[in-house]
């Protein structure tokens, strides 16, 4: 397709259990950047990748969060031990560059943890 | 960190009526400053941005302007229309001269009454 693709756009699952979400960007998009954005908030950074290599991760809120971009396409968001705290809906973004170029969303994965 | 408020948390207008929503942001090294709009269930989407070195931009019903001294934009949207209701955010950049590093306001929820 032509925009951002993200599976699942919704999953639920248990407390302690752990949890993929996948991002495929915009084909020849180089940047890819991963955000969550809360009931009622605006998204907030978590990370993102120039290429297959992770530019900044700052936004990660503690080691059960993960992501990787092997191949420089694809990226894989990986959430460890789930919390409650950690329902919200994940959003994927590409650009082109890092500098240049609008900043793509994709419709997000709903994660509901119970 | 940047730091963006966005007001109101809730706009109410009659179609063809005008709408503004303002921000501010605390980091005087931001430099770019988009605005998105976000649909039920969809992703964000840029509508339009500024950058620092420009004071006002406009895009058929849609303006931005930007004070840098008193680190405050705005959002005015002309001629409302009910397709014009969703959620809008505002964001700046972090960095300086990269923008790859959004902080968004919390968003403003737009209703235009026909």
Redesign the interface.
């Known amino acids: 397709g032509a925009g951002v693709s993200q599976t699942p756009s919704n999953k639920v699952t248990e407390k302690g259990k752990y949890v993929e979400l996948r991002c495929d960007p915009i084909s020849g998009h180089t940047a890819l950047y991963w955000y969550r954005q809360s009931l009622g908030q605006g998204p907030e950074f978590l990370i993102y990748f120039q290429g297959t290599g992770a530019a900044d991760d700052s936004g990660l809120p503690n080691d059960r969060f993960f992501a990787v971009r092997p191949e420089g396409s694809v990226s894989t968001l990986k959430i460890q031990r789930t919390e409650r705290g950690d329902s919200a809906v994940y959003l994927c973004a590409s650009k082109r560059t890092v500098n240049t170029g609008e900043l793509f969303f994709g419709e997000g994965s709903r994660l509901t943890v119970l | 960190g940047e730091n ?1 408020e ?1 007001h109101p948390s809730t706009l109410s207008v009659q179609e063809g009526d005008s709408a503004v929503i303002k921000c501010t942001y605390s980091d005087s090294a931001s430099n770019y400053f ?1 605005w ?1 709009k976000q649909e039920l ?6 509508i339009i941005d500024i950058r620092s070195n420009v004071g006002e931009k406009k895009d058929q019903r849609i303006a931005v302007t930007l004070n840098k001294t008193a680190k405050h934009f705005s959002l005015h949207i002309t001629e409302t229309q009910p397709e014009d209701s969703a959620v809008y ?1 505002c ?1 700046a950049s972090i960095g300086g ?11 403003t929820l737009l209703t235009v009454n026909p």
């Not at chain 2, 269930?41 to 840029?46: I, N, S």
């Open positions: 963006v966005q988009p998105y269930g969809k992703g964000p989407q840029l955010f964001a001269g990269s923008n790859y590093k959004l902080t968004f306001g919390k968003g």
